[in-house]
């Protein structure tokens, strides 16, 4: 008799939707924690550490019987996602750096657009009242998806999932409204 593990690695492979709801589910928290432990970063480094690396589980899992192995596989995937990141992120800061070095003498810096604050205020008003509150206690308040998702009596992966939509949402307005092709 197949085990679960054995059971939910087949039909990840097999790219069934219930599959990966139930991976998701399962072992979300598990590996933000294996992140943070590799990377001893914020959490919301983790959690782009996390989402990069179950892309990377869901295309590469094979049928494991395991859970001992299954589960060094997944910190494995974990690590080695927060390692492309982090130096990713710092080839980034170093690209940075020298675009400032280059422009040290220009002392011009565009203000902030009234008008998109404003419109930004205006759509955020429309929003849920519950996932406003999300986005003001995780944006405004620097809360952490933990600490919010105690606060509403959700799970981290619940935050980050409703944050991620909303901030979506809004992202696809705004290009709506403001892209001019550019």
Known sequence: MPSATEELTRALAAGQEDAVELFHRRYFDWLVAQARR???????????????A????????RTV???????????????????DRLRSERRRQQRELAAVAA????DRDPPADQEQIEWLKEQIERIDPQTARMLELRFHERWTLAKIG???????G??????RKALGELRERAIEEFDDGV
């Open 65 to 83: 019987s395991d859970e001992v192995r299954f589960r060094a596989w997944l910190r494995l995937v974990v690590q080695t996602t927060a390692w």
């Open 103 to 106: 422009r040290a003498g220009d």
């Open 54 to 61: 179950m892309l990377r589980i869901i295309r590469t899992v």
């Open 158 to 163: 619940t935050i980050d999932w409703r944050l």
């Open 38 to 52: 590799a990377t001893r970063r914020d959490e919301s480094f983790c959690l782009d550490v996390v989402q990069d």
């Open 150 to 156: 105690a606060l509403f009596g959700l799970s981290i």
